[in-house]
């Protein structure tokens, strides 16, 4: 990786580009099309200008050039090999970029006592910038990696350590939201690691918005993103602000909802004047179409409902419910009613970050909700039943879904044109004919024998995929990941 680590990062050269072969991406909830023997054409600047389907990839070249007034010497072209194929890019709509190194350490905690055992301590220490840079790199690396073409993060307090993550993600080249957490209650939040006050919440707050503002006027890569920690960790007054400041800069709002029994509790005993949990953040102003509701795991009916009249999503994180013994979201239910899902790894309250552990999860825990005994005992089947998650449906949440409640999905999450080149390149494992018993090489962990379907091929991915088959990524047709 050192050696290509220059030309990958440094000084790219802009040119436009021709990506031919099998292209996969999900059209609505549910369905994925597959195009083979397919040109997308995507120009200097990562725009996708160009969709052919079935095309005679032979003269392509000259065709499309020709097409688009292109000179052919300055062009490059991404062929598919055999068993390989275009994706759109994961989109991560809640990950703590500090809690980073913590990622499988939860033990046997829930959600309150890990936030002071585990998650405290590291975050606070991420005051010391070589410390964050050190982080902050291999997360976002590690995520790209993954394919995480966007991510929503969470920072911390510090505002110069922020700036450092909107700067390494700027560089590096991921599209990303990148938050400074709100957290000015004394009586939540530990002396060692808090706001002092709401006007400085307000005022660090600015800091990160104006310095994002200097490295990407226009939000094209990076953006701002709101972040009280959750309700109970801000007073009312510094809740109250950021809404005001919602209203004047449309800016998009991230926090937590309804994740654990105990902090349902706890948000009721601290704001006896709000109807629910969700009206919290609806008093003060904080919900509307750019929210994203992290977890969302214990919603009542008028909350799902006010929810859906304002318009914000819910990021579905999953393996973190089940690490930390949240609970399991209501997906369907969700989605019924109207309201944009995404998924979320929530490193790392979720053990990985790889948005593909985040699909099979998201299946996985539809799947407990649709069991026969336990606590849905009393659902009727047929409900309970719709409550399953298919393969399409969850790598939709992972892409469209995703840029959707991030208020991108005119941009990002599948190939059409007039859309960004946020996509990359999966590689499955073709086993020969008749394999040497010797043969140690590394092919991955998903095995194709060729009698596969397209759709059995998706589904094998996604039930045993993980970074080796991602060979490489691009965000804005910009390479930034590339697997030796």
Known sequence: MASSHHHLHQHYHKRNQIFLGTFIHSVKLGELEYLHDTAVCVDKDGRIVAVEPQCDLKNIKETMCQKLSWEPHDLAITITKEGQFFFPG????????????????????????????????????????????????????????????????????????????????????????????????????????????????????????????????????????????????????????????RRSTELPVQTHISENAAELTLVRDMFPECASYADVYDRHDLLSPRTVL?????????????????????????????????????????????????????????????????????????????????????????????????????????TRGGAGILGIADRVGGFAVGMEWDAQLVGLGLVDERPDEYDMRDRGNVDIFGWEGWDERVAKWVFNGDDRNVKKVWVRGRLVHERE
């Open 90 to 245: 994961f989109v991560d709509t809640h990950i703590h970029a500090p809690q980073y190194p913590n990622a499988g350490i939860f033990g046997k905690s829930t959600l309150l006592d890990w936030l002071n055992k585990y998650t405290f301590p590291m975050e606070a220490s991420l005051e010391s910038l070589p410390k964050a840079r050190r982080v902050y790199t291999s997360c976002v690396r590690r995520t790209l990696a993954h394919g995480t073409t966007t991510a929503a993060y969470y920072a911390t307090l510090h505002v110069a350590t922020t700036n450092l993550l909107a700067d390494l993600c700027h560089a590096m080249g991921q599209r990303a939201f990148v938050g400074r957490v709100c957290m000015d209650n004394p009586d939540i939040n530990p002396p060692y690691y808090r706001d002092e006050s709401a006007d400085d919440s307000l005022s660090r707050t600015r800091a990160t918005i104006d310095h994002i503002q200097s490295i990407d006027p226009s939000y094209a890569l990076i953006s701002p993103i709101l972040t009280p920690r959750f309700a109970p960790s801000c007073t009312r007054d510094a809740m109250a602000r950021l809404g005001a400041l």
């Open 294 to 398: 992290g977890h969302a795991v214990h919603l009542t009916d008028a909350e799902v409902d006010l929810i859906g009249r304002r318009g914000a999503g819910v990021a579905h994180c999953p393996c973190s419910n089940s690490a930390l013994t949240s609970g399991e979201a209501p997906v369907r239910r969700l989605l019924d009613a109207g309201i944009g899902v995404g998924l979320g790894t929530d490193v790392s309250g979720g053990y990985s970050g790889s948005v593909l552990e985040a699909v099979r999860s998201a299946a996985m825990v539809s799947n407990h909700r649709a069991m026969p005994q336990g606590k849905w005992a009393d659902v009727p089947t047929a409900e309970r039943e719709r409550a399953r998650l298919s393969v399409e449906e969850v790598l939709h949440l992972a």
